[in-house]
């Protein structure tokens, strides 16, 4: 039986202007690198001053501005995978996609040229610019890319005199009339146009290659001679940096070969200013009878850590590498001839097929550190002016404990469901006792450190004491895990503290008593705006708010919190149960009639440790050996948490038995991606589970029939 599931990252919404999201991002204590990456499409209504070198950094529309770009190459990519790759390029933080343009399969033969399927340059950006992500546009002609002859049209070569990459009339004679038929097409797309294409890069590492002093200045003038205005730049190698440098265009690196002096000869190429890695990969290109090249993920993290401390703006590449359909591939020479095998996954941050990998989530948590949001309990408790129209009634005070049943809430008839908190004053730690009186479980706390459990089987816990503290505040959160549904004993099925719970001896007294029901009404209310950025594995017990967009036609489905502990979930107001990791339910259902088209609210009450990502299945999972229909991938069953062989693509939340599912991911903060006909993580596991990561995040895409797209909050007044 068929089963996928997407998972979820908490995310956020976001709407706000530049200045207001640079502000806010920076009293929130992001580094300044990041909060400067943040700024997109949707932030920046001035168009009239594009991508500029301003001291020691690039502005753009005249705000601080940090290049982080990933690679898609759309000729590698098939078109209807186009949106899914967008969206997790920004799920995972970046700004900026970067693409470069064969010439070779845009004019395969003299005077013909292709401009559609999966050659649709301006269907590609026009899809970047909706997902909210800026270009820079490698237009060549030269691209190198590990394209046949460097993605120049073969046909070049029928001129036994030509020399590529020169002024050679024969050569120059064919790029104006390439750049005729291309540069019209993209004009209107530049940043001052209102279009998403900051910058154009001109040829590709032309400092290694240097027959002809002449042929990068025409270059540069046939460029602006067609009416391109975006920033020009070129990019070397640390070796080819000074020859391929042109004056008044921007140099940018290529990772190989960098030593200091390289940075000492771009500062006397053209001044003090920002640095831009334009090519910082992970790998190189796999040859035909080689090994296979491999990354080290902590050395690729240590140097990006190091260029963000630097404030220098990156491109990676390959962000998705795809595969050299057809012919396309080329060939290296290191030393003897190399033909490229045919995959272009090159070490990328998504799997040739568009899966995730672990790199990707890594760089997701270094790139969006501020991806979510949580509210604590104790919080609530803070905040109780703003927060008890949420969560709670007034505080019941009493000298002794009282149970669920004894409290004053529900118009006198007491609390019948759900968690109570007993909160009180002692003045040194010892020995707690509950004497059988907790029911059914209770979490002990102490100045909101963790202390253990209390139970039918587990009744003494020992108090820390501290001699710098003259009170300690002492919390118990209980838990009524059910009453008796038969027996004799069903009389005595009063919950919370039912009785004296004794501190060395001595009862405990004056209470201020939490009634937690945490019926539907619970999650109806207004929110308040006290949410804290959530990293992974945030400590609860705390809350946790997500926005799940939904298709015109919602379905059932069932949510998995692998990585969560323990706890409740709440969707529109609908309180879908309790889950915890001690199995063996793994799996919730998630009836569709509860599922509204657009926006649906998620809310996870924690009671312990959390991840940042829910999983969604077609299928429930209610143990090994309790009638489970798939199982969740472990990580070592694959590539890793976010990469599922097989190639499976999805659309509905509950596909038909004879239908294949397949994999989308939702992406951060545009949402998810299509990549079936969701855009969200979705990876499949042939024939067997089916693990996706979804982010959550504040966006715009529909997610078809019922398949979810979830944005964990940035800020919840963004809502």
Not at 14 to 20: A, H, P, V, Y
Request: glycine share 10%.
């Amino acid at each position: 039986m068929q089963a996928f599931l997407f998972l979820v990252r908490l995310a956020g919404l976001l709407s706000l202007t530049s200045r207001f999201l640079v502000t806010s991002a920076l009293q929130e204590g992001l580094p300044e690198s990041v909060v400067e990456a943040l700024l997109r499409p949707s932030h920046v209504s001035e168009r009239l001053v594009g991508l500029q070198v301003r001291g020691s950094n690039f502005t753009l529309g005249n705000m601080p501005f940090l290049i982080l770009s990933g690679t898609i190459h759309y000729f590698r990519v098939p078109r209807d995978y186009w949106k899914d790759s967008l969206l997790k390029l920004k799920a995972c933080g970046f700004n900026t996609v970067t693409t470069h343009v064969p010439w070779n399969l845009h004019e395969p033969r003299r005077g013909q040229f292709h401009y559609s399927g999966n050659l649709d340059l301006i269907a590609f950006i026009s899809l970047a610019s909706e997902v909210d992500l800026w270009v820079i546009l490698c237009v060549g002609p030269y691209i190198g890319s590990d394209l046949d002859l460097g993605g120049l049209p073969s046909w070049l070569l029928k001129d036994s005199h030509m020399k590529l990459r020169t002024t050679h009339k024969g050569f120059t004679a064919a790029v104006n009339h390439y750049f005729d038929d291309l540069i019209p097409k993209i004009r209107g797309f530049q940043f001052q146009e209102e279009g998403p294409i900051i910058a154009m890069q001109m040829e590709n590492e032309y400092g290694s290659y240097n027959l002809d002093k002449r042929y990068m200045p025409y270059i540069k003038n046939a460029l602006l001679s067609r009416g391109i205005k975006t920033m020009l730049m070129t990019a070397d190698t640390g070796q080819g940096l000074l020859k391929g440098h042109t004056p008044t265009v921007f140099a940018t690196l290529h990772m190989k070969s960098i030593r200091q002096k390289t940075y000492e000869h771009l500062s006397s190429a053209q001044g003090p200013g920002p640095v831009m890695m334009t090519v910082y990969t992970a790998r190189s290109l796999d040859g035909w009878g080689t090994p296979r090249n491999t990354l080290d993920l902590h050395m690729l993290m240590e140097s990006v850590r190091e260029m963000l401390k630097l404030r220098f703006s990156l491109n990676f590449y390959m962000f998705h590498g795809g595969t050299n359909f057809g012919f396309m591939g080329g060939a290296a020479f290191p030393g003897h001839r190399l033909p490229m095998v045919t995959s272009y996954d090159y070490g990328a941050l998504l799997t040739e097929d568009g899966g995730y990998t672990p790199e990707y989530l890594v760089f997701q948590e270094f790139f969006r550190p501020d991806a979510g949001h949580f509210i604590s309990l104790w919080d609530t408790l803070i905040h109780q002016d703003d927060v008890s129209p949420l969560l709670m009634d007034e505080p019941v005070r009493s000298t002794g404990s009282l149970s669920m049943e004894q409290l004053s809430v529900n118009e006198g008839s007491g609390q019948s469901a759900g968690y109570i908190l007993y909160e009180t004053v002692i003045t040194r730690g010892g020995v707690l006792n509950s004497d059988g009186h907790v029911k059914d479980r209770g979490q002990v706390f102490l100045d909101d450190k963790y202390i253990g459990v209390l139970d039918d089987a587990h009744q003494k816990l020992t108090l820390p004491s501290d001699h710098y503290k003259e009170f300690l505040t002492l919390r118990i959160l209980v838990e009524n895990q059910g009453r008796l549904a038969s027996g004799t004993s069903m009389n005595q099925e009063r919950k919370g503290l039912t009785g004296n719970i004794y501190l060395n001896g001595s009862p405990l007294r004056k209470f201020k008593i939490y009634s937690l029901e945490m019926q539907n009404k619970f999650t109806q209310r207004k929110l308040p705006n006290i949410w804290k950025p959530s990293f992974l594995h945030t400590v609860g017990p705390a809350f946790f708010l997500a926005l799940l967009r939904v298709g015109s036609q919602p379905k059932d489905t069932f949510m998995s919190l692998q990585g969560w502990t323990k706890g409740v979930v709440f969707i529109n107001g609908q309180n879908l149960g309790r889950y915890w990791n001690v199995g063996p339910q793994e799996t919730l259902y998630v009836p569709g009639p509860w599922l509204k088209p657009g926006l649906n609210e998620i809310i996870v009450f924690e009671e312990f440790k959390s991840t940042l990502l829910i999983y969604f299945t077609n299928t429930s999972q209610l143990g090994s050996h309790g009638g489970s229909h798939g199982r969740v991938c472990c990580v070592s069953c694959c590539r890793g948490p976010w990469v599922l062989p097989g190639g499976h693509r999805a659309g509905d939340a509950r596909p038909s038995q004879d239908r294949r599912a397949d994999p989308a991911r939702l992406a951060a903060s545009g949402g998810a991606g299509p990549r079936e006909t969701t855009p969200l993580l979705l990876r499949v596991l042939r024939a067997k589970s089916h693990r996706l990561p979804l982010l959550l995040m504040g966006t715009e895409t529909d997610v078809n029939r019922g398949v979810a797209e979830l944005s964990r909050l940035r800020a919840l007044s963004a809502c």
